[in-house]
Nanobody, 126 residues
Framework: QVQLVESGGGLVQAGGSLRLTCAVS????????MAWFRQASGKEREFVAT????????LYADSVKGRFTISKDNAKSAVFLQMNSLKSEDTAVYYC???????????????????WGKGALVTVSS
């Protein structure tokens, strides 16, 4: 059974940092592209960052470029999202998704993801 479990969310002041972790089980992470999406209250889910199945390519939404970094560790079966210089507009539930042989560009669309986690809440206070 495939499971994606996000952790590391919480409350942080504007300008602070958080590191989200997506623990993956039931699939070979080396064969999957991974993505982080987020959904703020009353808004649609939006793409944040993607990393290709090979790990060679990453892509970021303009709103987080230069502040967030996505990475994956196949040996640990985990994907990370390092978030720095957080802003109040980053407040949302953050979801990780997996796409078999996913490319960084293709995974900017939520519809292509094969699996999703249940999400982790990030709240940034101003």
């Amino acid at each position: 059974q495939v499971q994606l479990v996000e952790s590391g969310g919480g409350l942080v002041q504007a300008g602070g940092s958080l590191r989200l972790t997506c623990a993956v089980s039931g699939l070979a992470l080396s064969s999957y592209g991974m993505a982080w999406f987020r959904q703020a209250s009353g808004k649609e889910r939006e793409f944040v960052a993607t990393i290709s199945w090979s790990g060679a390519s990453t892509l970021y939404a303009d709103s987080v470029k230069g502040r967030f970094t996505i990475s994956k560790d196949n040996a640990k079966s985990a994907v990370f999202l390092q978030m720095n210089s957080l802003k109040s507009e980053d407040t949302a539930v953050y979801y990780c998704g997996a796409d078999l042989r996913g490319t960084a560009a293709a995974m900017t669309r939520a519809a292509v993801m094969d699996y999703w986690g249940k999400g982790a809440l990030v709240t940034v206070s101003s």
